[in-house]
């Protein structure tokens, strides 16, 4: 039973197309996050949810944006994609936000062509 | 502000060897301290973590202490095997609120590789 799951595993796509990406947790944790990591495995927060309430922000094109349903969900929307997107994207869960630490998803390899 | 700064890798191990690899940190407030592993095609692991000076994080045999006198985390183990050829990510969670509230800030990751 996964606790962070990410949807798809792997995505290719073309330039200029809008895709999603789809994260659940059933951790019962109250916040969210995404990160990207590019090739040289640099991670960069981009945006976190504290139930399904938006805290941070990070300085990222808005093409991106992300939406939480709920505190169970989190999703990523990019519009007209570029190739400088592809990257890995994670999601993590966290309970509360003071040094928890955070449970990870297993990623989506976005590729870009 | 908050930072972390860990050893550039790739490190290369036989196995059995000793394994050390450096971490550092800067930090408003008190900090927790996490050390994570991501193996191949996975996502992050925690492996072990401390929340306060003094404290020593230990999992699977690695172990990391908690030194506020150096700001530093480094990651030990005594033994490596080949198992443990991983990416390790030192990371920080700062230990006040406000702009900072919810953020992991992580080192650019050391890759570690153990031949038999």
Known sequence: ?113 | GNSVTQMEGPVTLSEEAFLTINCTYTATGYPSLFWYVQYPGEGLQLLLKATKADDKGSNKGFEATYRKETTSFHLEKGSVQVSDSAVYFCALSPGERGSTLGRLYFGRGTQLTVWP
């Open chain 1, 1 to 113: 039973d996964t606790a962070v799951s990410q949807t798809p595993k792997y995505l290719v796509t073309q330039m200029g197309n809008d895709k999603s990406i789809k994260c659940e947790q059933n951790l019962g944790h109250d916040t969210m996050y995404w990160y990207k990591q590019d090739s040289k495995k640099f991670l960069k927060i981009m945006f976190s949810y504290n139930n399904k309430e938006l805290i941070i922000n990070e300085t990222v094109p808005n093409r991106f944006s992300p939406k939480s349903p709920d505190k169970a969900h989190l999703n990523l929307h990019i519009n007209s994609l570029e190739l400088g997107d592809s990257a890995v994207y994670f999601c993590a869960s966290s309970r509360g936000t003071m040094g928890y630490g955070y449970t990870f998803g297993s990623g989506t390899r976005l590729t870009v062509v």
